[in-house]
């Protein structure tokens, strides 16, 4: 019986071999970690994990631009941990539960030039572009502020950067204050930046997040969209950082919805195709991606899946880089080449399409979700959610109003999301460690508790035991695991639980997200209901069950909350299962309708009911995949 994380294959390390200009660490076993009980003392991993990777504070330029954020890391820091702060409109805000780790990740374009000119730091004196655009501010000209800022962070028009002992810094600031903050084995912190690169409208944008304390991340400078717009220059950076200091980073794309294609394409930024260093570093350096924030969601398209009733959640095709289009829209028109560049799904699709012709995946990625908040409070639950800007944050204007006046609509903003992770300790080491390995789950706001495990022979009593994890570690993979062929006779088995938020709504069903390359090449999908709630029926034939009623009362914000399940679990075998054919699985669970943040506000406030968002939505965890590899 061969099950294990798959390092990589007989293939994958004779191209390796022959990459050039790879550094030495660029080796299968960096490409792809295994997970070992025997690396740790705790055994396999037991502690579910919540947090935020990607929040941005009044360091970034953007946020201070737009509203004037107050909030400092420190504050952010401090109010995941759960302590009350009050916003720059005067707002106090507190999370029902503290997160359990964050990184603040302020763009690294200008990072800290607005709030230190403000200041007056002496590192700043005669610098013009903080000087300008407090101006710009002052003169409310946000319109002229915004494209400006737009074109710089795309490398068009740069001015002279701030000088080297700046940047250094404020650099040195970001990571002290993450140091600052960490306690270890309660509260973890990162050290972090976001890479803002636009190309044509079309973003590419990335979080940096470090695994390594102050004094070696501060060794760098931050590498900044106004150094490269291609990633490949970014990727370069990171070796460079890993190499001369002995640390580890990566990188997390995110917003792949507003990427025009761009994000998950089958050619370079210049148009070249993808070379085999570029897959192997992609890999290396990107083991997961943001699917899930306050600009939307990416998991997939209506489009592109046209057989998912579920698959048009919160979708903002639009790039937020085009104020003319309306945002929240979704363009029919857009074409299958474009939405698999652009969508989670798609991408993992692709994916097996290069490994079938190439032998390496670009697009072998778990899944998480984080805010990208830039108020500096990660507060994503419906019934608490404070917006991207300061202009966004609850008021009695905020569905009415657009970022600037004249960009996206506060209305289309989605309340969303963390990242769950499964780690032995929390710590720096034990969640990047996770991170690495791809253990790790989405969510658009609800904390459900999510364990999948792939193999080919679990015992049939593993799902009735409390934890199925003793069983999933020994017999098979955990979410982000790969499973090789060489099992004709078998077919694969996925032990799935999923305990619903005790702060949320109840679970609707648990569902298989399947994704295969055929035997004419053609890249396909279907969706199986494997669990549901409130005694429905699975159609043997479809894989489907019925929908449960919409208990939300738009007039109330109220919902039933005894329809649904407080748990459900399976031990679900593939039905359509074909040895040849390469494919991933990844769990999607949803929970019962709830009410939306826009509802919760029109109630508050006693504003008539939005018509162009639902009144109600029905928030869902996404699962890192499972690969299947066909010997």
Known sequence: MRQRLVIASFAFSLICASCAGLEQSDTPD???????????????????????????????????????????????????????????TGSRVQLSRPLDFLMVSDHAEYLGVMADTAAGDPLLAGYPVGERWLNYIKAGEYGKLFMEGVGLDAGSGVPTQPSEDYMRSSWRRVAETADRHYKRGTFTTFAGYEWTAAMHGALQHRV??????????????????????????????????????????????????QSRGAMFDTLTVNGDPLSQVYMVQRRRF????????????????????????????????????????????IDESIGRDQLLGSYARGALLRGLAFEAETGLNPYQFGMIGSTDMHTGVSAAEEDNFFGKFPGSEPSADRLGGKLG???????NLSGSGYVGVWAQENTRESIFAAIKRREVYASTGPRIRLRVFGGWAFPANAIS????????????VPMGGILEGGQEARVPEFLITAMQDPDAARLDRIQVIKGWRDADGELRERVYDVAVSDGRKIDPVTHRAKSLPDTVDPATARYDRTVGAAALRTHWRDPDFDASERAFYYVRVLQVATPRWSTYDAVRYGLPLPTTRPASIQDRVYSSPIWFRPE
């Open 30 to 88: 960096q490409a792809e970690p295994r997970y070992s009980s025997a690396q740790t003392p705790a055994g396999y991993p037991q502690l579910n994990l919540w947090g935020d990777l990607h929040l941005h504070t009044n360091q970034s330029f953007d946020s201070y631009a737009y509203g004037l954020t107050t909030i400092t890391p420190d504050e952010a820091y401090r109010f995941a941990q759960g302590d009350a702060v009050i916003t720059e």
């Open 465 to 476: 035991k409390v934890d199925i994890a003793e069983a999933g570690y020994a017999y098979g």
């Open 208 to 257: 940096v997040m470090f695994a390594d304390d102050a004094e070696r991340v501060s060794r760098i400078i931050p590498f900044s969209a106004l150094d490269s717009n291609d990633p490949q220059d970014l990727w370069r950076s990171l070796a460079a950082y890993e190499t001369t200091t002995g640390g580890s980073v990566i990188a997390i794309p995110h917003n792949g919805n």
């Open 286 to 329: 990107e083991p997961v991606v943001e699917v899930t924030q306050v600009k939307g969601d990416s998991e997939t398209h209506p489009a592109l899946s046209t057989r998912d009733e579920f698959a048009g959640f919160e979708k903002w095709s639009n790039t937020e880089l085009n104020p003319t289009a309306p945002a929240g829209s």
């Open 405 to 411: 006046g004249n960009y996206w609509a506060n209305l």
